[in-house]
T-cell receptor, first 114, second 111 residues
Framework: DTAVSQTPKYLVTQMGNDKSIKCEQN?????MYWYKQDSKKFLKIMFS???????INETVPNRFSPKSPDKAHLNLHINSLELGDSAVYFC?????????????FGPGTRLLVL | AQSVTQPDIHITVSEGASLELRCNYS??????LFWYVQSPGQGLQLLLK??????LVQGIKGFEAEFKRSQSSFNLRKPSVHWSDAAEYFC?????????FGAGTRLTVKP
């Protein structure tokens, strides 16, 4: 009965590879997010999707491409991985898009680029 | 510039002692304010949130926070800390369609 799930939990890969992280929520929420947490624990929003449509796209390299096949899924594809991409990536969801909405977070995907 | 500041990077308290974690924000209007907790290796969990009304907000796990408009602060408190409270705590501000987080405060609990 996991609310927001991410796969894989850990991902170790070489520079230059392409990888994807999957996120699924079973809360019936309309809005999903991707965050990056760096080694200093700083959390920064990357993308936000509402009903499969992009509503926020922060200054993120275009090597990062989110894909939302349906409301319950928001996957993150990363091309040509770089050392600086090493971080923990969190998926989150909320009932609707809005500043007052509580976000529910997944457990995170720990990406290490060698 | 709009920002969320958590002045304390790391705090250590003894088990049973009281706790206060500081959070300051700088936004034009009163934003929506949240506190999240992140246990080691876990995602973030909402502790409490403030939108309007009573400035003292009660949350889960015995936490509370007080909104002070004059100080642009939303500090988190707990009267008696338990060893299981050791975690990273994030203050966040809801704005537009997203949420902006502070840098976090790591709480260590001494036996």
């Amino acid at each position: 009965d996991t609310a927001v799930s991410q796969t894989p939990k850990y991902l170790v890969t070489q520079m230059g590879n392409d990888k994807s992280i999957k996120c699924e929520q079973n809360l019936g929420h309309d809005t999903m997010y991707w965050y990056k947490q760096d080694s200093k624990k700083f959390l920064k929003i990357m993308f936000s999707y509402n009903n499969k449509e992009l509503i926020i796209n922060e200054t993120v390299p275009n090597r990062f491409s989110p894909k939302s096949p349906d409301k319950a899924h928001l996957n993150l594809h990363i091309n040509s991985l770089e050392l600086g991409d090493s971080a923990v990536y969190f998926c989150a969801s909320s009932h609707i898009a809005g500043a007052s909405e509580t976000q529910y977070f997944g457990p995170g995907t720990r990406l290490l680029v060698l | 510039a709009q920002s969320v500041t958590q002045p304390d990077i790391h705090i250590t308290v003894s088990e049973g002692a009281s706790l206060e974690l500081r959070c300051n924000y700088s936004y034009g209007a009163t934003p929506y304010l949240f506190w999240y907790v992140q246990s080691p290796g876990q995602g973030l969990q909402l502790l409490l949130k403030y939108f309007s009304g009573d400035t003292l907000v009660q949350g889960i796990k015995g936490f509370e926070a007080e909104f002070k408009r004059s100080q642009s602060s939303f500090n988190l408190r707990k009267p008696s800390v338990h060893w299981s409270d050791a975690a990273e705590y994030f203050c966040a501000v809801g704005r537009n369609n997203d949420m902006r987080f502070g840098a976090g405060t790591r709480l260590t609990v001494k036996p």
